[in-house]
């Protein structure tokens, strides 16, 4: 399998994948959601307390759930490029404690918040998590802004929250993409061009002269000649005039695959971890059944 990556943004991603098959990319495409590991706030200890200061009582209670709050707290993207981690299981300074006990620095981050109500009201936000450690591991700026729960005066909110480092089969919290997709590539091919002036005639964005030798083969062309195809398919108007004038071919053994990133990572890593994850894993594989056979 190759790969060309045709479109990368900070957080999607195009990649035109050849010699390949629907299978194959399947396959990449389930490791991408279920088995590339990154990091997520997965453990939570809340502080229950009530305080008297300046004659206000203050108290840990807020209008959302100590739930609610934590799924919130669960789906914030944390750090996890080049992050060295090792997931619970496999760390070697814990990996022998039951799973309560487990956490050290080699295997999670911890992050503190406390923030206290005010009369209008605070919004509790992501940049309010402040992380025990490399700062490196601070929540991203564009993320930052992801509202926790608000408070009013009297309400405060402590809490202590770990992150550790999981798998996408395990929760979609440990999930690093999301809208990933796969289609065939295709060629725009153009087989009767009296009929095709139907489309010409539209003053659309596609063109007689974007075809060479009656085919479009670039990517982006053929995205933009799908878009104008829209507009004489069989549910128009001119569906029956325009029929087939023009067609989309499919190439063989190659496939188109996007998705964006959560903000964990970015896109070309999950990429790179997730063909790393699936080769070692066929690799395996291959070498069990040259055991067996």
Known sequence: MDSEIIEEENHSIRILLKGTDRASVNALRRTMIADTPKMAIHRIRFTQSTTEEDGVVWESVGPIPDEIVSHRLAMIPIPSEGAEFHLPEECPECADMVESQRGCPMCEIIYRCTVKGEPEGRAVKARDLEVLGDLKFSIPEEFQDITITKLYAGQLIDFIARANKG????????????????????????????????????????????????????????????????????????????????????????????????????????????????SSRLDNISADLDIVL
């Open 167 to 278: 798998h996408g089969r395990d929760h979609v919290k440990w999930q690093p993409v999301a809208g990933i997709t796969f289609y065939a590539r295709q060629h725009g091919v153009l087989n009767d061009k009296k009929a095709a002036k139907v489309l010409w005639n539209l003053g659309l964005t596609i063109k007689e002269k974007d075809f060479k030798n009656g085919r479009i083969e670039d990517i982006a062309v053929v995205d933009q000649l799908k878009k104008d195809l829209l507009h004489v398919g069989p549910s128009t108007d001119h569906g029956r005039e325009f029929a087939d004038a023009i067609t989309l071919e499919d190439v063989p053994g190659e496939f188109i695959l996007q998705y964006e990133s959560d903000g964990a990572m970015s896109p070309r890593t999950i990429f790179e971890n997730a063909t790393e994850i699936l």
